[in-house]
């Protein structure tokens, strides 16, 4: 019963937390993570930059304009990938199951989040820097509908 407690406890913070999060994000230009990481300490909440993150990914908060934006205010980006297509650059391949795609300092993440929602079957995973993603496919006929569709979309 404690271990039950003790988990519905924390669900509850982490769900009080990330509402938090979208109330701030609605309010205030926030531009970096530590940003919002002192304004929830601000509010009493015990946050580290890297669950901050982890709350941001989770809720679907992009990056764009240099802030971020909560999902209900740029809901269009995750399902419009129009939205996000000036802020990308180019698509490479590396090998027959990495695809490279370059975008502008410091979009890559917003562009990669919506690419994982978008749940693209032959895509087994993405990782996202500041300026690029990479894009995992399992085969070289997978990868290649991937290319093709992000040249369609991102007209790259």
């Known amino acids: 019963m404690h271990n039950m407690r003790t988990f519905m406890q924390i669900d509850l913070h982490q769900s009080d937390r990330r509402s938090a999060i979208l109330r701030l994000l609605r309010s205030a230009a926030v531009r970096r993570q ?14 580290t930059q890297s669950s901050v993150s982890r709350d ?29 297509r000036q802020f990308v650059r180019g698509v ?6 990495l695809t490279v795609l370059r975008t502008t300092v410091g ?6 989040i919506a690419i994982d929602k978008a749940d693209w079957p032959e895509i087994v995973g993405t990782i996202s820097g500041d300026d690029t993603i990479f894009i995992a496919t399992d085969t070289a006929a997978a990868q290649a509908i991937v290319v093709t569709r992000l040249r369609e979309l991102f007209r790259v």
């Open 34 to 47: 530590g940003e919002l990481v002192d304004l929830l300490k601000h509010e009493g909440y015990e946050v």
């Open 56 to 84: 941001l990914r989770d809720l679907g908060v992009l990056k764009a304009g240099g802030r971020y934006l909560p999902p209900d205010a740029n809901q269009r980006a995750l399902d419009d990938f129009g939205t996000l």
């Open 92 to 97: 490479a391949t590396a090998g027959s199951s």
């Open 107 to 112: 979009a890559a993440q917003s562009v990669a």
